[in-house]
């Protein structure tokens, strides 16, 4: 490798080049993991970091804003698929089955000395619970 100078016994320091900030900011932009990056300058991932974080930020950061620029183009220009993704992931929109239901309860006390027995007791509750069944359908 060019430009090193020895940190120690062994150990070389690596100097980034002009020609290897632009190709980690290439494949930064490109998705490229950084550990592939890495390997391709011929530095471990944490030597990557190290001396191009600002070259692996700014080609992801840039990419991004190329294709959110794109998709939006997309979109406003009537492609439906880009504008429900972008609802999705930006406008926190979602596709559920989940539906909100609005009950009003209407507490009815019972008064359990009125009833002699329990099976007078379960027809009373089983009437109440009827009755409250049929007001929440006629409400909807």
């Known amino acids: 490798m060019k430009n ?10 690596h100097a980034p080049t002009e020609e290897s900030r632009k190709i980690a900011y290439k494949l930064s932009g490109l998705g490229c993991p950084h550990e592939d990056i890495a390997l391709r ?3 471990s991932a944490d030597t990557l970091v190290k ?6 930020d700014l080609g ?3 990419a991004n804003a190329i294709m959110a620029g794109t998709l939006v183009d997309q979109a ?18 979602r596709e559920t089955t989940h539906h909100d239901v ?3 309860v209407i507490p009815k006390v019972i008064e359990v000395d009125k009833y002699g027995s329990d099976d007078e007791w379960e027809r009373e509750v089983a009437r109440q619970q009827k009755e409250l069944l049929e007001v929440s359908r006629s409400r909807h």
């Open 60 to 62: 992801r950061i840039n």
């Open 102 to 104: 609005n009950l009003t």
């Open 51 to 56: 001396y191009y974080k600002n070259e692996l």
């Open 41 to 43: 300058l011929g530095i």
């Open 4 to 13: 090193v100078k020895k940190i120690g016994v062994g150990r070389k320091a």
């Open 76 to 93: 406003k220009n009537g492609n439906v698929a880009a504008a429900i993704f972008w609802l999705k992931t930006r406008a926190g929109w």
